[in-house]
């Protein structure tokens, strides 16, 4: 399973935050949503997390004092604009591999936290043998482990197919929606409600498509915390997995991280309409909070660098052909008040 990682080593001009600044803003942190997918399978590196690390992960939690969640009480609060609890976290699973039950449930199972798996219909469905079984789905699910889609044949959705028209591409989308809510609403005897969109890629038809279906969240591989501003059709989730992403130094920083929340972005997430746009930025809903001259842009292509501030736009002009198939963009700033680090990520599909 390929995973769309980003670096996210952001320059001190950025983010440089004090120790001291770190432990008294400690208890206003935002909703951090993990995103694992396997467990102590060395053969899979670069989407593995080894079962001590795991361990180690969830140990840090409970002795700092952080709340996990279910992710269905995350999705209420906004819904209903609810205050989100304090040093929350929630813990999400993608695809169901056979090691989440072998290797992370009976960790999770120890320390009582509620968790999330999205599972990949198709691979289950045909008992692959690195996936979970029906009957060890229906087990943990009867244990209080809940079950939610990432799609039936896990396709790259955010790409129109060759030869397809904007009719069969929304008709392609909607069939593989189809089979995998009537798959998982028959094997689960439960309708699911929340849809982590395959490889964390979406453009606004995909976005579109899967509201239609009823479902009341996605859930994305953007990086990033959640605020009560947070769109629960556009749910922010922290990758901890492979060498450097399953690192304590890693797992911590995301834990201090916070949402920058904003109006509009520049481009636009989804597909481009032009591959050379000329500024990437946002419109900053509370621009006063943060420190003058720690605001950047983040392009995958680019790197980071200072964003211009005019008003409540942050940005950065640009004469550069995009090459990729898909860039993140990202605002990041530093908060007058805590020190913290505030970042904003979307995802950019070229031409």
């Given at each position: 399973m390929r995973i769309f990682l980003l670096p996210l080593i952001i320059p001190a001009l950025f983010l440089v935050i004090s120790v001291s600044a770190i432990t008294s803003a400690a208890a206003e942190?935002?909703?951090t949503v993990l995103i694992y997918h396997r467990f102590g399978e060395e053969k899979y590196p670069t989407t593995n997390v080894a079962v001590d690390r795991f361990r180690e992960q969830m140990t840090f939690l409970k002795e700092n004092d952080y709340t996990v969640i279910s992710l269905e009480s995350l999705v209420r609060s906004l819904q209903d604009r609810r205050k989100l609890p304090e040093k929350a976290v929630v813990i999400t699973i993608d695809d169901g591999y056979k090691s989440v039950y072998e290797n992370a449930w009976p960790v999770l199972k120890d320390f009582h936290y509620p968790f999330t798996v999205f599972l990949y219909a198709k691979a289950t469905k045909n008992r692959?043998?690195?996936?979970?079984?029906?009957?060890?789905?229906?087990?943990?699910?009867?244990?209080?482990?809940?079950?939610?889609?990432?799609?039936?044949?896990h396709e790259h959705m955010a790409f129109v197919p060759p030869g397809m028209d904007m009719h069969d591409y929304r008709t392609w989308i909607r069939a593989d929606l189809a089979v995998s809510t009537k798959i998982l609403s028959e094997e689960l005897e439960e309708r699911p409600s929340f849809f982590a969109v395959p490889y964390g890629e979406y453009n606004?038809?995909?976005l579109e498509e899967i509201r239609s279906f009823g479902y009341e969240a996605i859930i994305l591989q953007d990086p990033g915390?959640?605020?009560s501003d947070t769109d629960p059709f556009?749910?922010?989730?922290?990758?901890?997995?492979?060498n450097e992403w399953a690192t304590m130094e890693h797992f911590r920083g995301v834990l201090e991280r916070v949402d920058l929340p904003i109006r509009s972005e520049v481009p636009s997430a989804g597909q481009l309409p032009d591959n050379t746009p000329k500024r990437f930025g946002a419109n900053l809903l509370y621009p006063e909070r943060y420190v003058p001259g720690t605001i950047g842009i983040y392009v995958t292509e680019l790197g980071w660098q200072p964003a211009t501030v005019e008003d409540d736009f942050a940005g950065i002009t640009?004469?550069?052909?995009?090459r990729r198939r898909i860039n993140r963009v990202a605002v990041s700033a530093r908060e007058k008040e805590t020190g913290r680090t505030a970042v904003r990520f979307w995802m950019l599909v070229g031409e």
């Open positions: 942190t935002g909703v692959h043998s690195n996936y979970m079984t029906w009957e060890q789905v229906r087990e943990m699910k009867d244990a209080g482990v809940d079950f939610q889609n990432h799609g039936f044949a606004q038809i995909v915390s959640v605020s556009a749910i922010p989730r922290e990758p901890i997995l492979g640009n004469s550069i052909t995009l």
